[in-house]
């Protein structure tokens, strides 16, 4: 028998309280935001999940009667996090069409969603200076939410997730 969205959802809240006890103790985080955030984009904004190692994309969604290819990267970022945050990387010569940034708190709770569309990806990658940037393609937090756009917000206690998408994700 398949496992169930249900099955898999309380196998990852089971690995979000083993993550939070295992940074608790050594300080290290335990590398689950990818999965947290590839579940958790599908189950909020209506993604069908890729299978795995699909290259260049991690999900699929329907718009405008195309198909449309998403990268999903998940970031934890705890209050006390230093600045310049980034993501990691984006590989222009995959095929993919857009990027989701699943935001966490310390908790593996989502916080936001963003999405930003390939071409101004694209264009901030090959912007000059950066060899983070450059070279890996990985584009900084700020930066990724400066050339992209919330499309999901969680209420005001992170335990309540929105049930509601903006517009851009209704899209």
Known sequence: MAP?????????????NL???????????????GEVAEFY??????????????????????????????????????????????????????????????LMDEDFEITEIFQAERPKITRALKVPGSKARNERGALGVNKFKAIGESIWKAKAHPT???TRRTKAARR
């Open 19 to 33: 993550a939070k006890r295992y940074r608790a103790l050594t300080g290290k985080p335990l590398g689950i935001t």
């Open 160 to 162: 309540m997730p929105s």
């Open 41 to 102: 984009a599908s189950k909020y904004l209506g993604l069908r999940l890729a299978p795995a190692r699909e290259p260049g994309y991690d999900a699929t969604m329907k718009e405008g009667g195309k198909t449309v290819r998403i990268q999903i990267k998940g970031r934890c970022i705890p209050k006390n996090a230093k600045p310049g945050q980034r993501l990691g990387t984006i590989k222009l010569e995959k095929n993919w069409d857009r990027v989701i940034l699943v």
């Open 4 to 16: 169930t969205r249900q099955d898999v959802e309380l196998l990852l809240i089971q690995a979000k």
